[in-house]
């Protein structure tokens, strides 16, 4: 019999970026929301940036959200352009004005969105309903009563079903299952449940995972950390799958916890804050101008190169450069910091031994924060390579292993928008 599920969009909500998941059919593969118009992460399309602007006239406001900001020309008078407001909802501030800016964006996206998904069936967008990811920072709910509220204000149907889900658990949900669903209708029972077992199967990391068990290891616990560096946080997912039989770890093994997440307020956008304090008065004016402007690509550009490359980058118009001595010491203190927090993590968790280690999220492209993290677990880690973002051509150190780029910015929103979180009666409490 075939089972029927209600199809999910899942929204990655981003500091930085926005993904977006979409699961339609209970068998198929989750996929990512892509458009032409995503051009700032190298060719994947999928991610949309988090960010509104408005042009207070006294004829009228005028707002641009996401991708309209492209449009707008720097420095036009009454412009004031929101980057970097995902944190006010987790810090226990209540400015009315994010709100604001927080309905008009998601009503943006769902404009985004909705054309996008046409192609699963003309009725799509009238029988989705919606979850949202939100960092594991302790106890939640009234962010998510906000969230919640601002979201179905913005014409979104909250899932009933785990409407919210943490980051980091979809993020591994993503990793492992790469999106894939099925579903199954035990004997006599009235409602289906996710088929996790299928979802894993076959993947490249429990494959390998597989080969090592039965190669070497007489071990039953296979740990695997995944690590993943946004705009705003840091997130950690420590898993112990059972080898022997493969499903969605859950409960203790040894007293400890074999699906343990946790997220810090530490993302590349503290980074730039850093940065911007390291440098003299006019490259600093200009690269906060950078980190505001209405296009961001700019600001993409200057990671690549400054953070991603170790290389220079100039300012326009005689505003200096980025780069130096000053700016590389702030990038190998965030990559510390990083490092210190991972530590901190395995220590609470009393984790021995790591056997994988997955690098996720824009920030793992900087080659300082993955080398740090990496040795930070010299001494429990049982692995050859740790998986990262690399594209097919790009040579790899022989301690890293391609993670392809899809999954290492869109895990999230696949994860989140599998049948995994369909059958849960709340947040992900009960896994
Ligand atoms: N190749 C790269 N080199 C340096 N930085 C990069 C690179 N690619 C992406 N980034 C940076 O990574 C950040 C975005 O990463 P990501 O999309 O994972 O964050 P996010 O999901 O929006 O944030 P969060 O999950 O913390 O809310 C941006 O600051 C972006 O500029
Ligand atoms: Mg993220």
Redesign the pocket.
């Known amino acids: 019999m075939r089972v029927g599920v209600t199809p999910v969009v899942c929204i990655?909500f981003?500091?930085?970026?926005t993904k977006v998941g979409v699961r339609w059919d209970p068998e198929l593969p989750s996929d990512l929301v892509k458009d032409d118009a995503l051009q700032y992460d190298d060719e994947l399309y999928v991610?949309i940036p988090?960010a509104a602007a408005v042009v207070r006239r006294e004829s009228g406001d005028r707002w641009f959200l996401g991708t309209d900001l492209v449009g707008v020309r720097e420095g036009i008078p009454g412009l004031q352009v929101f980057r970097n407001w995902?944190p006010a909802f987790f810090g226990g501030s209540e400015e009315p004005e994010v709100d604001e800016v927080a309905e008009r964006y998601f009503r943006w996206l769902r404009t985004l969105v909705d054309p996008a998904l046409r192609e699963f069936g003309p009725s799509f967008s009238e029988r989705y309903v919606t979850r949202i990811t939100l960092p594991a920072f302790g106890p939640q709910a009234r962010s998510e009563q906000r969230l919640l509220g601002i979201l179905e204000r913005a014409g979104w149907r909250a899932a009933a079903a785990a409407p919210c889900v943490s980051?980091p658990v979809a993020n591994a949900l993503g990793i492992f299952t790469q999106g894939r669903n099925a579903v199954w209708l035990p004997d006599n029972a009235a409602r289906p449940r996710a088929h996790t077992g299928k979802m894993l199967a076959g993947t490249p990391l429990l494959e390998v995972a597989r080969r090592r068990y039965d190669n070497k290891y007489s071990q039953k616990m296979y740990w695997t950390l995944i690590v993943d560096l946004?705009?705003?946080?840091l997130d950690f997912a420590m898993l112990g799958f059972d080898v022997t039989s493969m499903d969605m770890p859950h409960g203790t093994h040894n007293g400890q916890r074999r699906f343990e997440t946790q997220s810090r307020p530490l993302?590349?956008?503290a980074l730039d804050r850093h940065v911007a304090d390291a440098l003299p008065e006019t490259a600093r004016e200009r690269f906060v101008a950078l980190i505001d402007a209405s296009d961001q690509r700019g600001?993409?550009e200057l990671?690549?190169r400054v953070?991603?490359r170790g290389r220079d980058y100039r300012l326009r118009r005689g505003g200096g450069v980025i780069g130096g001595d000053a700016v590389r010491s702030c990038i190998e203190r965030f990559a510390d910091e990083a490092a210190s927090l991972t530590e901190a993590f395995i220590e609470q968790g009393q984790y021995e031994r790591i056997d994988d280690l997955v690098l996720t999220?824009?920030?793992m492209?900087?080659p300082a924060v993955r080398d740090a993290i990496r040795l930070s677990l010299a001494d429990i880690s049982r692995f050859k390579h740790a998986w990262v973002a690399a594209t097919a051509d790009e040579v790899l150190a022989s301690h890293y292993k391609r993670l392809e780029p899809r999954y290492v910015?869109g895990a999230t929103a696949l994860g989140g928008s599998t049948v995994y979180f369909d059958f849960k009666g709340g947040r992900d409490r009960d896994r």
């Open positions: 990655d981003g500091n930085s970026y991610c988090t995902k980051e946004g705009g705003y946080t993302g590349v956008a600001l993409e990671h690549r953070y991603q999220g824009g920030g492209n900087i910015r």
